[in-house]
């Protein structure tokens, strides 16, 4: 169960890295000036790669973690709920956004809109991650890894 932990919390890390990397890649591009190459879908994989991989190992310790209570009471805790419903709640917007804007620049034949559809749901799916993460500051019991 630590271990799995450990793993959820280290792998954040290489999902915002890969995220902020896709993002980063995509600004400036969007007007079509730059063709979509190899290296531009790369990025863009990995990042839905660590996101996936992040989610299932999210979703073993959603069920198996002391964290998540599955009752009424949970819901008047703000730390119990914030496991139980806000966090996964917000990942599992994030993750399908995320998915979309893939699934969309890849299916795009334009490369402007490829970069566009890149940009734009990684970027909101960012931005729901970093608010859904039990950051040690929010003191939700969570630490940096």
Do not use: C
């Amino acid at each position: 169960m630590e271990i799995l932990r450990h793993t959820h919390s280290g792998l954040r890390w290489l999902v915002l890295i890969a995220l902020i990397a896709a993002i980063v890649n995509a600004i400036g591009k969007t007007n079509g000036s730059r063709a979509f190459g190899e290296k531009d879908r790369k990025l863009g994989l990995f990042a839905l790669v660590f996101t996936h991989l992040q989610f299932i190992t999210g979703l073993v310790l959603y069920f198996t973690s002391p964290k998540v209570m599955f009752s009424g009471a949970a819901m008047k805790d703000s730390v119990l709920r914030f496991f139980l419903v806000e966090h996964i709640s917000l990942m599992i917007i994030a993750i399908i956004l995320i998915t979309i804007g893939y699934s969309k620049s890849k299916r795009a034949t334009d490369d402007g809109k490829k970069f566009r559809f890149i940009l734009i749901f990684y970027l909101v799916g960012l931005i729901l991650l970093l608010v859904g993460i039990p950051w040690p500051f929010q003191n939700y019991g969570a630490g940096w890894f």
